[in-house]
Nanobody
Framework: QVQLVESGGGLVQAGASLRLSCAAS????????MGWFRQAPGKEREFVAA????????YYADSVKGRFIISRDNAKNTVYLQLNSLKPEDTAVYYC??????????????????WGQGTQVTVSS
């Protein structure tokens, strides 16, 4: 089992950058594929990005491709999400997730076993 704790959210202006972090407990972090999701008020939780165990392959939602970067540091049991060129529509609670299974499509919520509590990102115009 793994516990996930996100940090790094905040209030920024459009065009700014933020880096979210997700710290994982346990000694098996490197065995998990990691992902980020977000949920805006009144909307369903949606896939943002995912990264494989070694970090060699990453996946992105079309809405963030070219602006967000997912990375991980297995020595620190941490996964990151760099948010660049932020837009007001990026405002949401951002959640970290972990799965022990490999998929060709990481977007379904049901494929993720562990979730963090979320961190709020608010982008003002």
């Amino acid at each position: 089992q793994v516990q996930l704790v996100e940090s790094g959210g905040g209030l920024v202006q459009a065009g700014a950058s933020l880096r979210l972090s997700c710290a994982a407990s346990g000694r098996t972090f490197s065995s998990y594929r990691m992902g980020w999701f977000r949920q805006a008020p009144g909307k369903e939780r949606e896939f943002v990005a995912a990264i494989t165990r070694s970090g060699s392959t990453t996946y992105y939602a079309d809405s963030v491709k070219g602006r967000f970067i997912i990375s991980r540091d297995n020595a620190k049991n941490t996964v990151y999400l760099q948010l660049n060129s932020l837009k007001p529509e990026d405002t949401a609670v951002y959640y970290c997730a972990a799965t022990g299974t490999s998929y060709s499509d990481y977007s379904p919520l049901s494929r993720w076993s562990y979730w963090g509590q979320g961190t709020q990102v608010t982008v003002s115009s």
